[in-house]
């Protein structure tokens, strides 16, 4: 009798622990994974457009002219239980061209590239393929070898507008200085998409530098141990004078994010590196951006397509009314100008660009929040709206 209790005792712990083994197995399966990434680049290489294509809304405000981001914008996708949260940074600029090309009076579009990076799991270097020079920014190096120890990825953009596919393999080669995850680039023919795969061993710092001499090495750790907005811009710009790649790249993709083309390989990549973790935005969040903010910004991107760059980059946006009017969302925003005749400017002959300039900003904000809403512009100027000449 005493047996036989036993074998049933000792088959129910065997069932049980099946099921708790099953149990585990799916809990693992389902945990939840996210990665925080960084974008960062020169300004115009296309780091905002990018950001929207991986996360498929058109979060960050993109326009044809430099500098329309200003502030870091964060990015949110969630989908195959894994969120990742791009924080899409402005171009790296340097104090002068902030004060005198943005009329910005303030630090912060220098300071926040780097404040992505402070709780970034993977840095994204977003270059343009059809760019001049065949080097990583200057700005941009130094915030890589501030930040060594995040892995980092190579994106190289445009490739739509690139004649020969195959000049991007040499421009690879120098980027990467022949190197990506820590292996030498073997050059073969391949499709757009993705060339290396993640390494787990990373070199803290570019061998490049071992060839440098004491002077320079000196001058290195320097700049390395403060901010980059408290170096100068010519500091770094001399500084990486000879030096035209990082070596520490885990990856690079060729992409180009007007048309897709090689996007879907980068999102899966970064879902690749995502890893277990509580997910820090609701699943249904695509940004932590108010609406108020996005629809500023909105403004400011159809100014910039629309108004010479050295009158839109000292217009100031403000709304004004922010309404529910039933179904309907109303939202005036004022534009106010110094002069009148800026503001005549902005309105365009017969009224046309302000009409062009209402039609993106309703276009933008009806796509991203997928609701009735009419959103008014108004030209200022001295309290009184300017109105079109008849």
Known sequence: ??????????????????????????????????????????????????????????????????????????????????????????????????????????????????????????????????????????????????????????????????????????????????????????????????????????ALHDDSIKLQDHKWQHRFRCAIAKPSYRVGYGETKQLFSNIRGWSNFSAVFFASALTGEGVEALRQHLKDLSMEKVWQQDEMAITTKSPQQICLDSVRAALLNTVPSNVAYCLRPKICEWVEDGDVLKIVVEILCEKERIGRLVLGKGGQRITEIGRRVNDHMHNLFTRQLFVRVLIKHKGQIVNVLK
Request: aromatic share 0%.
């Open 1 to 202: 009798m005493h047996l036989k209790a036993l074998r049933c005792l000792v088959k129910s712990l065997r069932s049980n622990n099946v099921v708790m083994v099953a149990c585990s197995e799916r809990l693992c399966s389902t945990a939840t994974r996210g990665l925080d990434v960084a974008v960062i680049g020169a300004p115009n290489v296309g780091k905002s457009l990018l950001t929207n294509q991986l996360v498929r809304a058109a979060v960050s405000s993109v326009s044809s002219k430099m500098d329309t981001t200003v502030q870091n914008v964060n990015a949110i996708l969630t989908e195959d239980n894994v969120q990742l949260i791009l924080v899409d940074s402005p171009g790296t600029v340097g104090q002068r061209h902030a004060r005198e090309a943005m009329a910005l009076n303030h630090n912060k579009v220098l300071t926040e590239p780097e404040k992505a990076l402070q709780r970034a799991e993977h840095i994204l270097v977003v270059q343009d393929a059809t760019a001049t020079g065949d080097y990583i920014h200057h700005r941009v190096l130094h915030l890589l070898h501030r930040y060594s120890h995040i892995p980092s990825s190579l994106v190289i953009n445009k490739v739509d507008m690139v004649p020969r596919r195959s000049d991007l393999l040499e421009l690879t080669r120098i980027l990467t200085n022949g190197h990506v995850a820590g292996a030498p680039i073997i050059v073969v023919e391949k499709a757009i998409g993705r060339l290396g795969v993640l390494s787990k061993m990373l």
